[in-house]
């Protein structure tokens, strides 16, 4: 009677029916605590994953390498720092660069992420050429973050560098010439001059560059 009591219906469901039911599932938390069977149906999940977000979980180098490894249909993974608990690094970037799904991503956010610098940026966007999207606003890059993506992004549309006070307007220049599809760009609390963004404009007549009163006005001011 006790063995008929602890069985459970969902003991009953094959590994594929877990892991399509785990594709509904937004936290990773717990994963790995539970039986065999509940962690290969989760591994399954993430392998057929496009999108992963980890905002606001307490994640640290080994574990975001070990769940994006897996994760080999991804195209949009984000990182970004929702808690203080966050101990993502460079290591980290350095682990997903050598990701099977790195080439394939199209969106990399780790907005905030305050042990990331430009060692672990370089590093994954050598890799990651497919990006369209970027957010590395808050982190503690410069202008070499700047140039390497103007090297190795072809196809970035948009780019948030809100906050990273060690970037110059040289680097804005690099990846505005580097990056001809580039629509958007985030220069919110940089020391950033209205000349310069005059400039980047007659570079690139169509991008927007943010906060959105600075586009309206420099606009105004070349008709």
């Not at 003991?11 to 509940?38: H, I, P, Q, T, Y």
Request: charge should be positive.
């Amino acid at each position: 009677m006790g063995d008929r009591e602890s069985f459970s219906p969902v003991d009953g469901l094959s590994v594929d029916v877990l892991a399509n039911c785990f594709m509904l599932l937004f936290s990773f938390e717990d994963w790995a605590r539970v039986c065999r069977k509940w962690r290969e149906a989760m591994k399954q999940s993430i392998a057929q994953r496009e999108k992963l977000s980890f905002a606001g979980w307490k994640m640290d180098d080994i574990s975001i390498g070990r769940l994006v490894e897996g994760a080999y249909s991804l195209k949009e993974l984000d990182i970004s720092r929702a808690c203080w608990g966050c101990q993502i690094t460079d290591d980290g970037l350095y682990k997903i660069s050598f990701t099977k799904c790195c080439s394939k991503l199209t969106s990399v956010s780790m907005w905030g992420m305050t042990g990331i610098t430009d060692k672990g940026v370089l590093q994954l966007v050598s890799r990651a050429s497919s990006l369209q999207h970027l957010n590395i606003g808050g982190t503690f890059i410069s202008d070499e973050s700047l140039f390497a993506i103007a090297s190795h992004c072809p196809h970035l549309k948009v780019l948030i560098l809100w906050s990273c006070r060690h970037v110059t307007e040289r680097g804005l220049f690099a990846v505005i010439r580097g990056c001809p599809k580039l629509k958007s760009i985030n220069i919110w609390g940089m020391s950033i001059s209205s000349r310069c963004c005059k400039d980047l404009l007659t570079i690139n007549p169509h991008l927007q560059i943010k906060p959105g009163g600075i586009h309206i006005q420099l606009t105004q001011g070349l008709i």
